[in-house]
């Protein structure tokens, strides 16, 4: 988690950062099952996605720091475990035998999928409940977003260097990361 908060501060040309671990898992919402991708994350997270919600509220800095249970639907999953035109906000969703609120749903879809691939309805949660629902105490990633679209090369390189100074690589040691582009 330090590096996440380095690199939002000490990299320039960031504009948002996130901390993320992702997984997949079934949820149960009454009798209903769905296979969906969880989308560990912070609360810059709707910013960086441009991700707005049709009801209810993403999860705060709040509910990041008591790590609390909560998850946001995307669209599809709120439709998928409670049926079109329902709201389930404050209702209750299942996820490895541990309960979770509803504390929103997105007002786009998302989701990821392989090339040919329907995608999986993606939910968030705060990425503190996230490792405790995966019993671990690493993150998978920090997501970051550029103020503008041609910086991300230039940001890539510099997080690259922070990261290799903050875990004591020396000139010959490999990378203990990999650091991504979408550019």
């Known amino acids: 988690a330090d590096d996440v908060l380095a690199s939002g501060k000490e990299v320039p040309g960031v504009q948002y950062v996130a901390a993320t671990a ?29 991700l707005t919600l049709r009801s209810g509220r993403f999860f705060t800095a709040r509910h990041v720091a008591d790590r609390s249970p909560m998850v946001v ?4 999953a709120a439709v998928s475990l409670f049926g079109a035109g329902t709201d389930p906000t404050g209702r209750q969703v299942e996820i490895r035998r541990q309960m979770f609120t509803v504390a929103g ?15 999986l309805p ?7 409940a996230m490792l405790d629902l995966l019993r671990i105490t690493h993150l998978h990633g920090v997501a970051l977003s550029v103020h503008r679209a041609g910086e991300s090369t230039q940001v890539a390189r510099e997080v690259t260097r922070l990261l290799r100074a903050r875990h004591g690589l020396g000139p010959d040691d ?8 979408q550019a």
């Open 122 to 128: 993606e939910v968030y949660v705060p990425y503190t």
């Open 73 to 76: 639907l995307s669209s599809p």
């Open 22 to 50: 992702t997984d997949t898992a079934v949820l149960t919402a009454g009798g209903t099952r769905l296979f969906a991708r969880l989308q560990g994350t912070d609360v810059l997270y709707p910013d960086m996605r441009a």
């Open 105 to 119: 749903v997105a007002a786009r879809p998302g989701g990821f999928a392989a090339s040919g691939e329907a995608p």
């Open 174 to 181: 490999p990378d203990d990361f990999t650091v991504r582009t």
